[in-house]
Nanobody
Framework: QVQLIESGGGLVQAGGSLRLSCAAS????????MGWFRQATGKERELVAA????????YYADSVKGRYTISKDNAKNTVYLQMNSLKPEDTARYYC?????WGLGYTAFDYDYWGQGSQVTVSS
């Protein structure tokens, strides 16, 4: 089993930045691809960024491209999501997810483990 614990959410003004962290338990974190999803109230969960097991491949949703950066530190068993130029429409609960595969996952069904989520609220 893998446990994922997110941190770093909070309230920020539009145009500001936040960095989410996701700490993972387990010795096999290095072999996992990871993703960050978000779910706003009344909306479906959506993938915002994903990274392959070694960081060699990444994916970003069009809505966050150029503003968000996903990274993975295998030595620290941690994946990060740097969020810049935040907008009110970025307000959501953000979830970290792990995939027992090397390559990118693009849907929630592609992931095997989930964190509890971290709330991000962007005020206008």
């Amino acid at each position: 089993q893998v446990q994922l614990i997110e941190s770093g959410g909070g309230l920020v003004q539009a145009g500001g930045s936040l960095r989410l962290s996701c700490a993972a338990s387990g010795r096999t974190f290095m072999s996992y691809a990871m993703g960050w999803f978000r779910q706003a109230t009344g909306k479906e969960r959506e993938l915002v960024a994903a990274i392959s097991w070694n960081g060699g491949s990444t994916y970003y949703a069009d809505s966050v491209k150029g503003r968000y950066t996903i990274s993975k530190d295998n030595a620290k068993n941690t994946v990060y999501l740097q969020m810049n130029s935040l907008k009110p429409e970025d307000t959501a609960r953000y979830y970290c997810a792990a995939r027992e595969r090397w390559g990118l996952g693009y849907t929630a069904f592609d992931y095997d483990y989930w964190g509890q989520g971290s709330q991000v609220t962007v005020s206008s």
